[in-house]
Nanobody, 117 residues
């Protein structure tokens, strides 16, 4: 069973930056997508950014030009560089790893990001 280990997150002021990291406990020998989702209180979980094993990225409109998703295929890891953070970015962020052509889907435990003065 693949485990996703997340790190980063915390409290930051508006306009600040944070970097989230996630690494899988083992490699999946198949086409995969890794990414980050977030869930704010009272809201549904939403996609923030994802990246395929071939480097194709997808971003939520709300984070385009502020966030960058970076993947290290050799390590089966994905980072999320978050700049120009806003209060509305406050949420629990979850790492995700899924196979492109099967039902394989793994989640990290979640890490809190709070943007506040």
């Amino acid at each position: 069973h693949v485990q996703l280990v997340e790190s980063g997150g915390g409290l930051v002021q508006p306009g600040g930056s944070l970097r989230l990291s996630c690494e899988a406990s083992e490699t999946i020998n198949a086409r995969t997508i890794m990414g980050w989702y977030r869930q704010a209180p009272g809201k549904q979980r939403e996609l923030v950014a994802s990246i395929t094993d071939r480097g194709v990225t997808n971003y939520a409109d709300s984070v385009k030009d502020r966030f960058k998703v970076i993947r290290d295929g050799a390590k089966m890891s994905v980072d999320l560089q978050m700049d120009s953070l806003k209060s509305e970015d406050t949420a629990v962020y979850y790492c995700n790893l899924k196979s492109m052509y099967s039902s394989t889907n793994y989640w990290g435990q979640g890490t809190q990001v709070t943007v506040s003065t």
